[in-house]
């Protein structure tokens, strides 16, 4: 299993803040996005190529509430982490996105809402 920074694990750890994003079809409200995602892509990009964290054992679920509240769980299997970091997705119909520059890294995710 191709390996990646521990700051890019750890940078990864809390995808719980929804940010929302500019759609121009789609105007999200709480309610419109509340519900549970699992990650459906989940990738680290770097000059070594594209690294699929899914198929090396990653995962990720996040459940949003209607109240605001957040639950949810990141597992980068052999990895050590530091600490908690926030990353803001954006929101799409049915699904929430985010991305993150590391360094010389690109960490990129796709969460799915389960029907």
């Known amino acids: 299993m191709p390996s990646w920074s521990r700051r890019s694990a750890a940078l990864a750890i809390a995808l719980f803040l929804v940010a929302c994003g500019d759609d121009d079809s789609f105007n999200p409200t709480v309610e ?9 892509s989940f990738t680290l990009t770097s000059s070594s190529g594209i690294v699929d964290l899914l198929s090396s054992g990653a995962s990720v679920q996040v459940t949003l509430t209607s109240h605001g509240a957040t639950a949810g ?19 799409a119909r049915d699904e929430l996105t985010g991305t993150r520059l590391l360094g010389g890294e690109t960490l990129r995710w796709v969460l799915t809402r389960n029907r």
Request: no cysteine; hydrophobic share 25%.
């Open 73 to 91: 769980r990141l597992l980068l299997p052999g990895t050590g982490t530091e600490g908690d970091h926030d990353e803001d997705l954006t929101a």
């Open 32 to 40: 419109q996005v509340s519900g549970s995602y699992s990650a459906s």
